[in-house]
Each structure stands twice: as C-alpha cells, then as structure tokens.
C-alpha cells in the first residue's frame, strides 16, 4: 500500500493510515476515511471521533488491546470531503484483503460509507445498525455488525441510546463466542 500510487487521495495526505489496535484481535472495526488529526498521526480514530469510539468500547470492557481498527480508504481526503465513489471502489480491495489478512471474528461497521463499501448495503445506518449481518470476505463471511459512526453521535447525541443498544449486542456476542 505505501507504494501504491493509484489513489489520488495519497498525494494530498501527510500520511497513510494503515491502522490501530492488536492485530491479533478477533474484533475488527472499520470506519470510513481519516480526518485531520489521524493524517497528522497515521493512525485511525485519534481525533474527537476516536476519544468517544474508545470511551464507547470501553462501556463494554474493550480497548485497543482488545479489539484491530482501520478505514475503508487509508488516505484523508482534502478538507475532509466525502471520498467518491471512485476513491472507494480502489480502495476497497486494500481494506479487504486486510480483513482477510487479520480474520476477525466479528466485524464491526461504522457508519453507513463503510456499510455500503463492504456489505453492499443501500439502506442508510439508522436502519442498518444493530443488525447482525455478514460480509463476503475472500473465500469466508464474517459476522459484522452495523453501527453507528461516533461523527453521527457527536452530531446527534441523542442517538446515544441507540448505539448503547448495539454495544450491548456487540458484548452480548463477544460472551457467547466466549472472547475476553
Ligand atoms: N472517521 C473515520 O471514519 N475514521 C477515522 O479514522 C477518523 C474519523
């Protein structure tokens, strides 16, 4: 990936960001795309958005021991811009064969861009949230989880209650399939 030069989005950006977390996790999140402060670092989720998904994992005994994060596209886009379509569709082969390189167990989608990129999904995330689903990964489906996108939370914090909801359902897996 850092040698790939067919994303335009790389030449804007400071750094890649390739992804955080324990790379032996069996808990896989994916957001969309970095912001500023995480160009600035290279790591995904640093900024306000990553404070509050740890202060939200942490609800539920996760931290970033305990759980692999990364973006559908590794680059930020200039002044945080929505990426395109085509930004997306030449990213997405990266962020999956990293998924079919980690092998999580569970999945979890922030946000309705990395819902579409992965699962195909049309519908927006408030109606994809909180329904377990699953993703074609290589040759195996991985159990994934739609959630709501800490940028959606901060921008709406009434919706808090519903990402609750789904952090209970994400903790609520994680015992059945008896991971720490
Ligand atoms: N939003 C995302 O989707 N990913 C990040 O890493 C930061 C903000």
Redesign the pocket.
């Known amino acids: 990936m850092m040698s790939f030069e067919g994303c335009n989005l790389r030449l804007s950006a400071r750094n890649m960001?390739f992804a955080d977390g324990n790379p032996a996790a069996r808990i896989m999140l994916v957001?969309?795309?970095?912001?500023r402060d995480?160009d600035e670092q290279g790591l995904?989720?640093v900024?306000r958005?990553?404070q509050l998904l740890d202060r939200m994992l942490a609800t539920i005994g996760l931290d970033r021991t305990k759980v692999y994060i990364s973006?559908v596209i590794a680059w930020r886009p200039p002044g945080n811009r929505t990426p395109t379509p085509q930004e997306t569709e030449i990213c997405k082969p990266f962020i999956e064969r990293h998924i079919e390189l980690v092998q999580p167990d569970v999945l979890v989608l922030?946000?309705s861009a990395s819902c579409k990129a992965l699962m195909g999904a049309s519908d927006g995330i408030v109606r994809l949230r909180g329904r377990w689903g699953s993703t074609a990964i290589g040759n195996r489906e991985v159990d994934t989880l739609p959630m709501l996108?800490p940028?959606y939370l901060l921008r709406q914090p009434g919706q808090k209650a519903l990402a609750w909801q789904d952090l209970l359902k994400l903790r609520l897996r994680l015992e059945e399939m008896s991971l720490p």
Do not use: S
């Open positions: 960001v957001g969309e795309a970095p912001g995480e995904p989720f900024g958005y990553g973006n922030l946000g996108h940028a």
